[in-house]
């Protein structure tokens, strides 16, 4: 039985089990239609082009994992940013894991989604933005259908957050294969100012399948920055659909950092619905073995005055494929717009593939527009300079490429994260960069 | 054979008045409308051709049939009905001119608000001319000076009848007859077109020049167009189209194969002025053109294009650099007004060692139109040290049209160097200002500034080309200020 069909068979038993009110019901439902109509992309979608999911789809998944509880904070510690203060929502196997997080309702909500979803007192926020902002491609359309658990975080009115928020997703292999579907909603509200750590991580070599969605609302002048970790191991694929509606005057930023993984896939869209709005995308792609990562973005500029930049770096090595596809799209109506763009690519290997297809739609004429793409090898004359000065070749090469994704990480907020990407790109470079940031 | 006689000479003299009486009344001699296998058989029957082209061109007509029409582009647009076209029209008795007073005087008109009659054309550069008055060349000048250097310069019907073994040899190699769904349809139906070849280690004396034109409402073009150079030989060749106003869609689906042989050279320059429909959009002309050059080793092929006609544009001049050390070259200005829409660009695909590639796309849309370019920079496994440096800019007037870029770029070789890059921006206020204030009003200011932004690649084309493209670019903005 293939994968489609599983989810199909399966899709009437988790709709009974789940206790929902009728709104939600009808989403899942009107959802589940949409998938099983479109079903899973091929490379003859446009937007999927260069990243077949043929050799994820052949595993065997199994949807609905059975609890698993006997993790310690100590075992897991380190995929915590765990040098500060901070929220946790934790999960392991798609299932809440209580003892590893720590929730809150003083002031706001960081909690789950499950609770969301079946208490009345959120019935208000679910009806107004849960699925509002998500499109109907196939994959999120799959994960409406399926969702009933991940995080829920409601920032009200003119609150600072003081501490970073981290969602992670533990899958432990305790099924020889999983599929998961986190759905979190994030909603911050005017004047309201947030930082989220999100984090997907397999503890076993068992393959695991994790297709997310996560709808972002910044409401007026609300500030929202988000982080992106991806080093999971060699088996783990993930899809990652994140949807951020802007109102005006809100900032918003994401950072993805893909190191590891066997397929990543992240779909990135932002929604720019008020005037004066900036968004930030930035990525650092450094991946080997026979490794696939895809950026997919696309920045829509509905109304007037609003900025966009976006810079993405990848460096490719061994087999690695790396994959960008950033979209701009300016309606006519959102004039002075001022659309950046960059990409920029390291080809290490002879056998590393690099597709890049970077787009414009510009509708309105008085708008500042650029993209610029390259791909290239390190400066030689640099590698030259460095090594006349006693600095080994591996060295050279190492310090060169940290030079090279730096500028994406100068963005970085947040030090502690600013420190873990650094070592995590040392490490994927196997070099010592000797100093810390 | 027999005898020439004194009475075959007054024949043949009392044809040759009638076919001057020609231009005055064209009488075309036009299939029915529709496309069969008979008709494929007629076309090459009509044609006289070997029975291996026909068998070709019955191939090309069954792919074609099991292919859909393509609708990625990013174009939108009533869709031909390829049964109510009338595949072959040639005008009646093929006239030969021997001074340009015999040509259509249409056509000269639209010539000479070009300001570059064919007669200065010829003065200016001895052009020859290789003139089709719908799909059969008519008239062929400075065949002769050019035969001396053992230069074919012909019609493609001619070339398949007196040079079957080059046509058999290269024909389809680059495009081949199953390429694209217009490419197909082109290879089973093409009625004429030009054929080139320049031998081993010539250089072309002079620029190799054909016009195209529609007059006949309800004729589709399908043109084919082989170049071939052979080693260390050098072409530039010219296409230039004009075609007077016609108030239903025509189709027009050429194919051009260009082919490099190693260190040859082949520059190939076109200015497309098709109708592109009146101010509501209606009418205009399809173009929907395969164009591609094959480079072997150190050969070098530049594209220079100037579109700013027709309705709907759908063309990717590309380069196969199959060769080691060979380079290709796309400069391009595409201008959209009213109701136009292109999607045009090239494809660079680098096979070879140390291949070379410049994409300069200039794009300026104005009015309702949408401006689009796609392009693909591909460079495979093998092709140590390639590179690339693409930039495409947009100029957008108004706030109706659209402007639009799908950079395709895939790199398998870690040695690969590629750059790419892209803006859109709009004519500056205060650079208008500067100039209404020292006396150039508006729309001169509009025709300056733009003449500036295409500038790099104007430079790219042949002189005479160069004064009839800005003078292009002028008219297709006429009224578009706002």
Not at chain 1, 132 to 140: C, E, N, P, R, Y
Not at chain 2, 124 to 132: Q, R, S, W
Not at chain 2, 189 to 209: Q, T
Request: proline share 3%.
């Amino acid at each position: 039985m293939d994968l489609k069909d599983k989810l199909v068979s399966s899709f009437l038993a988790f709709e009974n089990r789940v206790d929902n009110d009728a709104y939600v019901h009808d989403v899942r439902t009107d959802a589940f239609k949409i998938f099983e109509e479109k079903g899973f992309p091929t490379k003859k979608d446009e937007a999927w082009k260069y990243t077949s999911l043929n050799s994820v789809l052949k595993q065997d998944y199994s949807l609905f994992p059975k609890q698993e509880d006997a993790l310690e904070y100590r075992d897991v510690k380190k995929y915590f940013i765990h040098d500060i203060d901070s929220y946790k929502i934790v999960f392991i196997d798609g299932k809440y894991s209580s003892h590893l997080s720590q929730t809150t309702h003083d002031g706001m909500d960081v909690c789950l989604m499950s609770a969301a979803l079946s208490k009345p007192k959120y019935q208000l926020v679910i009806q107004n933005y849960f699925n509002k902002v998500a499109t109907t491609d196939s994959l999120t359309s799959l994960n409406t259908a399926f969702s009933s658990e991940g995080a829920f975080i409601h920032i009200p009115k003119n609150k600072i957050v003081e501490k970073p928020i981290q969602i992670v997703h533990f899958s432990t292999g305790n099924e020889a294969a999983t599929m998961l579907q986190p759905r979190n909603l994030i909603v911050v509200d005017e004047n309201s100012h947030v930082q989220i750590i999100e984090r997907h991580q397999s503890l076993t070599e068992n393959p695991v399948l994790t297709n997310s969605v996560t709808e972002i609302f910044a409401n007026k002048r609300a500030i929202v920055d988000y982080y992106k970790i991806q080093n999971d191991n060699h088996n783990a694929s993930l899809i990652d659909n994140t949807f951020i509606n802007q109102k005006r005057e809100s900032h918003a930023s994401v950072h993805t950092f893909s190191f590891g993984g066997k397929l990543t896939r992240n779909n990135l869209n932002f929604f720019q619905n008020g005037e004066r709005i900036d968004s930030t995308l930035k990525g650092v792609t450094i991946i080997g073995d026979k490794q696939h990562v895809d950026h997919n973005t696309l920045v829509h500029h509905i109304e007037p005055n609003c900025e966009s930049h976006q810079d993405y770096k990848g460096i490719f090595d061994d087999n690695a494929t790396g994959v960008f596809n950033g979209k701009v799209i300016v309606e006519k109506e959102a004039q002075k717009t001022n659309a950046f763009q960059a990409n920029n690519n390291i080809l290490i290997s002879d056998k590393a593939t690099i597709n890049t297809k970077p787009q414009l739609e510009i509708f309105a004429d008085d708008v500042k527009c650029s993209h610029g793409c390259t791909i290239g090898q390190l400066d030689e004359s640099a590698m030259f300079y460095m090594r006349s000065r006693g600095i080994p070749e591996k060295e050279a090469k190492g310090l060169l490429m940290y030079a090279f994704s730096n500028n994406v990480l100068s963005s970085v907020k947040i030090p502690e994260i600013k420190q873990r990407i650094t070592k995590l790109i040392a490490n994927k470079l196997g070099v010592n960069i000797g100093f810390e940031v | 054979m027999s005898k020439y006689t004194e009475d075959d000479l007054r024949e043949e003299l009392k044809t040759k008045e009638y076919e001057y009486g020609f231009y005055t009344d064209i009488e075309s001699d036009t299939f029915p409308v529709g496309l069969n296998e008979d008709i494929v058989r007629a076309i090459s029957m009509k044609k006289e051709e070997p029975e291996w082209m026909t068998e070709w061109r019955l191939e090309a007509f069954r792919n074609w049939q099991t292919m859909t029409e393509p609708e990625w582009a990013n174009v939108h647009y009533e869709k031909p009905d390829f049964q109510a076209i009338s595949y072959y029209s040639a005008p009646n008795k093929k006239p030969k001119y021997e001074s340009l007073d015999e040509v259509d005087p249409e056509l000269l008109d639209t010539f000479n608000k070009l300001g570059i009659s064919l007669d200065e054309q010829k003065k200016l550069a001895g052009v020859a001319m290789d003139v089709v008055v719908d799909s059969v060349s008519v008239a062929t000048t400075f065949k002769k000076t050019l035969a001396e250097q053992g230069i074919i310069f012909c019609s493609i019907s001619e070339a398949i009848k007196e040079h079957p073994e080059l046509v058999k040899k290269y024909i389809g190699t680059v495009v081949p007859k199953t390429d694209n769904f217009y490419a197909a349809l082109n290879s089973a139906v093409f009625s004429d077109g030009s054929f080139c070849y320049i031998p081993k280690g010539v250089k072309c004396p002079m620029e190799l020049s054909t016009y195209f034109r529609i007059n006949q409402a309800g004729t589709g073009q399908f043109e084919r167009t082989l170049v071939i150079a052979d080693e260390g030989s050098y072409v530039s060749y010219l296409e230039g189209c004009t075609a007077p106003s016609r108030d239903e869609n025509q189709l027009h689906a050429a194919v051009v194969e260009l082919i490099a042989l190693d260190d040859a050279e082949i520059k190939y320059s076109t200015v497309q002025n098709w109708f592109p429909g009146n101010a509501e959009g209606k009418g205009g002309v399809y173009n929907f053109v395969t164009k591609r050059g094959l480079c072997e080793k150190n050969a070098k092929i530049s594209w220079t294009q100037v579109e700013t006609g027709s309705a709907v544009t759908w063309k990717y001049p590309s380069c196969v650099l199959k060769g080691d050390n060979s380079v290709g070259e796309f400069y391009s200005i595409a201008v959209t007004n009213n109701y136009q829409q292109a999607d045009t660009g090239t494809k660079m695909i680098h096979l070879g060692k140390n291949t070379k590639s410049t994409i300069i796309s200039k794009g300026i849309s104005a009015g309702k139109s949408q401006n689009s370019y796609r392009g693909l920079v591909q460079i495979a496994s093998r092709a140590e040290n390639a590179r690339n440096f693409s930039q495409c800019d947009s100029l957008l007037m108004g706030n109706e049209c659209g402007a639009h870029t799908f950079p395709y770029i895939e790199a398998k070789n870690k040695t690969a160097q590629i750059e790419h890059e892209a803006t859109t921006s709009k004519i500056g206020e205060d650079q208008i200002f500067y100039c209404n204030q020292r006396g150039i009003d508006t729309e001169k200011a509009i025709a300056l500034i733009v003449n500036g932004f295409s500038k790099e690649v104007l430079n790219k084309l042949p002189m005479e080309f160069a004064v009839e493209a800005q003078k292009l670019l002028e008219i297709s903005l006429e009224g578009s200020v706002g």
